[in-house]
């Protein structure tokens, strides 16, 4: 699927520094990520049309962009505005979730968008 | 796909999954070892109708009995995330998954209490599964909080991935660090590493489902054992108390009837 970028740390720069990214970090010894991915499939094909990046990246070919990014759990959700880190989540999420942060910033309001998800607690 | 997936194996669960069964529905049941948990090391209940001082341990064994003759899948596993996508839920567990239309969260007493600095750094260096973030450790020193059975399972992979592993089972921890994981004190005594992987016999039903409702440590179920979220449902000590087998027996049935009546409703 065209819509969805496999990034490397050569064009992740270029890809995410102007307009709205959202950015999957997985690996494929990861269970929860696996779980994950078909709802980045249905963000990219929703969201891509829309001029939304929507990317993954595979941590265990690209370790260096992990660690400039501070990932240390997975999989690890960050959506970018014009290269700005805007909100990060830790976990899987429902689709729902990054779904409401996307339209939040495409409708200007980026304040709205911002948060840093970890797994729930009590 | 299953019908219904049940998250833990004791008397909710279990209740769940047989009565699950009778109404047609096919039913896995996934849980960690309990071994270590409390009903099992009971030496006598003696307030389950028609089974007077029976012992913990037989009176699962029981039920178990009934749950897999009555053709319940039964799974050992360690259940580490739980994803709503719509119509079903997929569960991980180990390294595996696999996904059910309705869900039951039969998970049992949630854990006391957190450590410092536990809930602030997780996802910056506390994990709580091996499996999934052991890798992005591979080389480095963590520590391993041994709290439940599986404990030295997970601990022996991470070292097999080439992981310092220092093993820790007091309760006395202290997780330390600013925007990540830096040391951890047990005992006391402060040990430097860049993670710490705490197994406890399971995750918090909060941290596995997001978004569900939860308050003062119980699960917020209506009478008919739904929670917040379609599809989910709760029952047993996880849902609140009394912690007596047959009030989570009595909270299974009412689950999986809720759930039978949603799948019902979803055709």
Redesign the interface.
């Known amino acids: 699927m065209e819509e969805l970028l496999h990034l490397t740390k050569d064009d992740f720069a270029e890809k995410t520094s102007a307009g709205v990214a959202l950015v999957d970090f997985w690996a494929g010894w990861c269970m929860p990520c696996k779980m994950l991915a078909p709802v980045i499939d249905e963000l990219a094909k929703e969201y891509a049309p829309r001029g939304v990046t929507v990317g993954k990246v595979d941590i265990d070919a690209e370790m260096e962009l992990a660690n400039a990014y501070a990932v240390m759990s997975i999989p690890t959700v960050i959506i970018f505005k014009d290269g700005e880190e805007i909100s990060r989540y830790v976990g899987v999420q429902p689709r729902e979730v990054y779904a409401a942060a996307l339209d939040k910033i495409l409708a200007g309001d980026v304040d709205a968008a911002a948060e840093t998800v970890s797994p729930v607690k009590d | 796909m299953y019908d219904i997936v049940v998250i833990g194996s004791g008397p909710a669960g279990l209740s769940a999954a047989i009565t699950g069964r009778m109404r047609g529905k096919n039913v896995a049941v996934v849980s960690n070892d309990r071994t270590a948990t409390g009903l099992y090391k009971a030496a006598k209940i003696d307030n389950y109708p028609g089974m007077p001082a029976v012992s913990g341990a037989e009176l699962l064994g029981k039920m178990t009995m009934h749950a897999a003759g009555i053709g319940a899948e039964l799974i050992r596993g360690r259940v580490?995330?739980?994803?709503?996508?719509?119509q079903e839920f997929?569960v991980?567990?180990?390294?595996?998954?696999l996904s059910g239309r309705a869900l039951i969260l039969a998970t049992g007493v949630?854990p006391a209490s957190?450590f410092p600095g536990e809930?602030r750094l997780?996802?910056?260096?506390v994990?709580?599964?091996a499996?999934?973030?052991g890798?992005?450790y591979r080389g480095k020193k963590v520590c391993v909080v041994c709290h439940s059975p599986d404990a030295e399972e997970e601990a022996a992979f991470l070292e097999s991935i080439g992981c310092e592993v220092v093993r820790l089972t007091t309760r006395k921890i202290v997780i330390n660090g600013d925007?990540?994981v830096t040391s951890v004190t047990a005992d006391g005594e402060e040990i430097p590493c860049e993670?710490v992987f705490i197994l406890r016999p399971s995750i918090?039903p909060?941290?596995?489902v997001?978004?569900?409702e939860?308050s003062?440590?119980h699960i917020v179920v209506d009478r008919k054992m739904r929670t917040n979220i379609p599809g989910v449902f709760a029952a047993g000590d996880c849902a609140g108390a009394p912690y007596q087998v047959a009030k989570a027996v009595g909270e299974g049935q009412v689950a999986v009837l809720a759930a039978v009546e949603y799948l019902a409703g979803n055709q």
């Not at chain 2, 997780?122 to 260096?125: A, D, E, H, R, T």
């Open positions: 580490t995330a739980v994803l709503p996508m719509g997929s991980s567990y180990g390294s595996e998954m949630a957190t809930e997780l996802g910056s260096g994990s709580y599964c499996t999934c973030d890798m992005l925007m990540r993670g918090a909060s941290t596995l997001p978004g569900l939860v003062r440590g």
